[in-house]
Nanobody
Framework: QVQLVESGGGSVQPGGTLRLSCAAS????????MGWFRQAPGKEREGVAS????????HYTDSAKGRFAFSQDNAKRTVYLEMNNLKPEDTAVYYC???????????????????WGQGTQVTVSS
């Protein structure tokens, strides 16, 4: 069983910063992708950032590039998403997910992730 527990959500004003954390009970695969996804009301869940735990490049959705930063602490089995210059359109429930690194790489296709956290709400409003 893999458990993912997110924390760090909240309410901020536009331009503010939040740092999300996701602690994993274990990584399910040799070649685990850890991803951050979000779902706004009435919209489909979309990928925000992902990276293979063992190394490699980080993938960001276009709206996150230059504002969000994915990082990890392998000793704690924890990944982070630092979100800067937040905008109202970033408002969503943010989920952490774990999946298998097909062909040795990760992407933002939510169908490739089989383990999900419970989500944490991020609200950006003035």
């Amino acid at each position: 069983q893999v458990q993912l527990v997110e924390s760090g959500g909240g309410s901020v004003q536009p331009g503010g910063t939040l740092r999300l954390s996701c602690a994993a009970s274990r990584y399910p695969y040799t070649g685990t992708c850890m991803g951050w996804f979000r779902q706004a009301p009435g919209k489909e869940r979309e990928g925000v950032a992902s990276k293979k735990v063992e190394g490699g490049s980080i993938h960001y959705t276009d709206s996150a590039k230059g504002r969000f930063a994915f990082s990890q602490d392998n000793a704690k089995r924890t990944v982070y998403l630092e979100m800067n210059n937040l905008k109202p359109e970033d408002t969503a429930v943010y989920y952490c997910a774990a999946g298998y690194a097909y062909s040795g790489s990760c992407d933002l296709n939510r169908n490739r992730y089989g383990y999900w956290g419970q989500g944490t709400q991020v609200t950006v409003s003035s």
